[in-house]
């Protein structure tokens, strides 16, 4: 064998024998960073009204957000409980009255008792069987948001324990 052929066999030998060990240490990265990326970014499913029409006529409860779109305390609300909600399984829907026809309002208030007269916005409702089962106005701070989550038995409480 010629002395190139040699040298060419033994490069592809090296590069074979480098990948075999730098492949499947990529591969876990990548699937690591993947599920990593995933676990971490929490976002509300944003839904439409005849959505919203559909989880309140459904027999489960489910957490909806009312926001008005343009509003800087529903923004900031908005992004207090993606942050609080990282990582859990709570999952949230987002309606927004902003851009609504005034029919599609009326039909919005109109599908549960509970916000026939008035939808304050933002705001944070515990729904189905047609029915508000909860309801959440503000202020919104992580105490009083974990409270309506635990009185919602959306979120266990957890009993501190004391020295005595």
Do not use: H, W
Request: with cysteine; hydrophobic share 40%.
């Amino acid at each position: 064998m010629r002395r190139k052929d040699k040298e060419l066999i033994e490069r592809n030998n090296t590069v074979i024998t480098t990948l075999k060990y730098i492949l499947p240490i990529l591969v876990a990265l990548v699937i690591f960073l993947g599920i990593k990326l995933s676990k971490s970014s929490y976002s509300m499913t944003e839904i439409k009204l005849d959505k919203y029409i559909k989880i309140t006529e459904g027999t489960k409860d489910k957490l909806v957000f009312i926001t008005n779109g343009n509003c800087d305390t529903c923004d900031e609300t908005k992004a207090l409980l993606e942050k609080m909600f990282q990582g859990s399984n709570i999952k949230t829907y987002l309606i927004t009255l902003e851009g609504m026809e005034e029919e599609d309002k009326q039909k919005f208030m109109n599908a549960l008792e509970e916000t026939k007269d008035n939808v304050v916005a933002p705001a944070l409702l515990v729904v189905g069987n047609k029915k508000v089962s909860y309801s959440f106005e503000g202020p919104f701070d992580e105490d009083l948001v974990i409270k309506f989550l635990q009185d919602a038995s959306l979120l266990k409480k957890v009993e501190s324990e004391t020295n005595e």
